[in-house]
């Protein structure tokens, strides 16, 4: 299949099953769907509902067990380890519940740890850092430790440190799910913005009701299925 803009990512019957022969787990359960580039899809549902599985199975990694990913025209589902590596890397940003931050590093180093870790020249990534501080309103506190900032603004380098690489698909998982409600919809707002202002798909995973109408799309999970997919009107 080609990537269209449509079928930006097709999911296809796609099942995670866990556990043994004789206990066994039935994590996503023959799930289908279609997100289209641009779109800002939010999954809700109650834990263990699946979700986080699905997330991690998209951004490769993780495996299903049966079905087919397909994500800008390539199955991901047939990539080997050394393609998937590429992949995480390259194409996704990824935000987690918790920041991963190194603690003894600003917020300038945090954000830009992937680009040392990949052992590229910083130089090469002066304007993306200063758009990127800019978009996610850490100019001033390029200097800061993570110590000195909130779990907001923390979580903002964390996103920040995902958007380096210019990569068009964000998946989120729970990434307000630390924070006071106030910091949550600040984030929502930022995801947003990423969404309507830089184009990026982003596809997150949440336990709140109110944070998912901050997307385009809402896909409810439960006990592995889907229950409900439907576009929604942005907040
Ligand atoms: P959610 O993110 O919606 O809370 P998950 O995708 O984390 O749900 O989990 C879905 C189901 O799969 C749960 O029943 C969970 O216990 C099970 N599960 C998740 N990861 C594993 C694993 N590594 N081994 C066994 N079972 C797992
Ligand atoms: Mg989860």
New binding site residues.
């Given amino acids: 299949m080609q990537g269209t803009t449509e079928n930006y990512i097709h999911l296809e019957k796609v099942s ?1 099953i ?2 043994t022969k004789e206990v066994k ?1 039935i ?2 359960d023959e799930i289908s769907f279609n997100i289209a580039k641009g779109e800002f899809a939010v999954i809700v ?10 997330l991690n199975i998209l951004g490769g990694m993780d495996t299903a067990t049966s079905g087919q990913i397909w994500v800008d025209g390539r199955n991901i589902a047939k990539y080997n380890n050394r393609q998937l590596t590429s992949y995480r890397r390259d194409d996704i940003g990824f935000v987690f519940q918790f920041y991963n931050l190194v603690p003894n590093l600003n917020v300038e180093d945090n954000i830009l740890l992937p680009i040392l870790l990949d052992g590229k020249k910083i130089k090469d990534y002066e304007n993306p850092l200063s758009e990127i501080l800019e978009i996610t309103g850490l100019t001033e506190r390029r200097k800061f430790k993570p110590r000195e900032l909130s779990g907001g603004q923390q979580q903002r380098v964390a996103i920040a440190r995902a958007l380096l690489f210019g990569p068009e698909l964000i998946l989120a ?1 729970e990434p307000i799910g630390n924070l006071d409600s106030k910091s949550g919809i600040e984030i929502m707002e930022l995801f947003k913005k990423i969404n309507r202002e830089m184009g990026k798909t982003i596809i997150q ?1 949440t336990h709140s009701e109110e944070a998912a109408l901050y997307g385009t799309r809402l896909i409810r ?1 439960k006990d ?1 299925v889907i229950k409900e997919d439907k576009r929604i009107e942005q907040k």
């Fill in positions: 995670k866990y556990g787990i994590a996503v549902g109650p834990s263990g509902a699946g979700k986080t599985t699905v998982d995973v999970m592995g």
